[in-house]
């Protein structure tokens, strides 16, 4: 089995339009939630998300034209993997072999034209139901195709490949809040065993749309804190009620160690393990007990050869909703002991949870935590529920010996996926 590094990151997030803005933010405690200026959701239980603001692709790229036509979070894919490939030093190699580079990716789907298909609805309402000889005609009248088309959870693929000229495999897999983290441990087994020497992974997602807020509002999944929105992230805290809905994009370049060194690359990290499991449990609840998410975790250090002693720091799913937060508490127990003292934080009290995009982006925390030796804090957390009472590095950064690190995602319908990294020293 080959080693796998990574040698580029990009991200666009609701702290920052790339690494370097996005881990100052994160180390200065900066909270993204606002009131959502997407569209009107004053009459939404929760008015308020995790956004992207300012955001141009015509800043990040050159050739933007050549996507005009791409979803909101397709852009921001497309900007964060132009960051990662100019950081690997691949737009400046001439020795990539495109049918041997791949792209793997956890990205959901595009956001509705909700106006237009809500009046669509309403105009072809006949006798209590939709009449399907008016819906038909209407549809091809008023909706727009590119915009149609852009729905599809595999148009981030089809942009990167475009923007780089890869032929070679190309995956998505949209497994809910790990679906990125997923895909960069399976794009990870792609390289170890030869079936491609470089690849694109990671994963983007805007769920802030009419449809996605109201669907997890339903779910009583979001935070309703409209009277103190910026600390409506709670991860760990006894006042936690919700999560806040975020978007975004982070792509990392991955490839074996064999290529890095060869062309001189610098290697950012190595990834050692990876762990997946699911709860088989219900499609909206994980295990109470947390047993797949302590199997995930397990699985990732048996396959990275190493003990809990090794794990310097624990990047958490950390949604800040009841559930998931005691639960997670329950399996980082199961697995390194009741009286762990591992430090462990959550990047959500900041970002938001960017769905898809979450895992990848919280690993890009992760390798800027082993760079800089600090981590970074779970923010709002003031008063620790006595269920959650490990240590989740409380409102301020920690300077840390940190060499090891694991990241967690955890995900709806019980995905969970764990990945280990080191310094690849």
């Not at 909270?31 to 997407?38: K, V």
């Not at 679906?179 to 960069?184: D, F, G, I, R």
Request: charged share 20%.
């Amino acid at each position: 089995m080959r080693r796998v590094v990574i040698t580029g990151m990009g991200t666009i997030n609701p702290l920052g339009h790339d690494v370097d803005s996005t881990w100052q933010a994160l180390l200065d405690g900066q909270l993204a939630p606002s009131p959502i200026e997407l569209f009107d959701a004053s009459t939404f239980p929760t008015t308020f998300a995790a956004q992207v603001k300012d955001f141009s692709l015509a800043d990040h790229l050159d050739d933007a034209d050549k996507h005009g036509h791409a979803g909101r979070h397709c852009q921001f894919a497309i900007a964060a993997a132009q960051q990662a490939w100019t950081q690997a030093g691949l737009d400046a190699w001439d020795g990539l072999d495109p049918e041997r580079t791949g792209i793997y990716l956890g990205s959901g789907e595009g956001s509705l034209d909700f106006e237009k298909f809500v009046g669509l609805l309403v105009d072809s309402w006949k006798d209590g139901q939709v009449d399907t000889d008016v819906w038909p005609k209407l549809a091809f009248e008023r909706m727009e195709l590119h915009r149609e088309i852009e729905q599809e959870s595999n148009m981030v693929v089809a942009h990167l490949a475009a923007q780089f000229d890869i032929v070679g495999p190309a995956f998505n897999v949209l497994t809910a809040c790990a679906a990125s983290t997923q895909a960069l441990g399976e794009a990870a087994m792609q390289i170890r065993y030869g079936m491609a020497e470089t690849i694109v992974s990671g994963g983007a997602h805007s769920m802030i749309h009419p449809f996605g807020l109201t669907g997890f509002n339903r779910l009583t999944a979001l935070s309703q804190r409209n009277d103190d929105i910026p600390t409506a992230s709670r991860p760990f805290d006894l006042t936690r009620e919700g999560f806040v809905l975020g978007e975004g994009a982070s792509i990392l370049i991955i490839e074996s160690y064999e290529q890095a060194k060869a062309r001189g690359a610098d290697i950012l990290a190595e990834i050692v393990g990876y762990g997946a499991s699911a709860d088989a449990f219900r499609i909206t609840d994980q295990d109470p007990e947390g047993d797949g998410a302590a199997t995930s975790m397990r699985a990732a250090l048996d396959d990275a050869g190493v003990s809990t002693d090794d794990i310097d720091y624990i990047s958490a799913h950390g949604t800040g909703t009841k559930q998931n937060d005691q639960v997670e508490t329950r399996a980082m127990k199961a697995v390194f002991g009741d009286e762990t003292t591992v430090p462990i934080s959550s990047a959500k009290s900041m970002l938001g949870h960017l769905i898809a995009a979450a895992g990848a982006t919280e690993l890009i925390t992760c390798i800027r935590a082993m760079r800089d030796q600090v981590l970074p804090p779970t923010m709002n957390l003031h008063a620790p529920d006595p269920e959650c009472d490990l240590d989740y590095i409380p409102n301020e950064p920690r300077k840390a010996e940190v060499r090891t690190v694991m990241s967690n995602s955890f995900g709806f319908g019980g995905q969970n996926n764990t990945l280990i990294l080191t310094t690849g020293e």
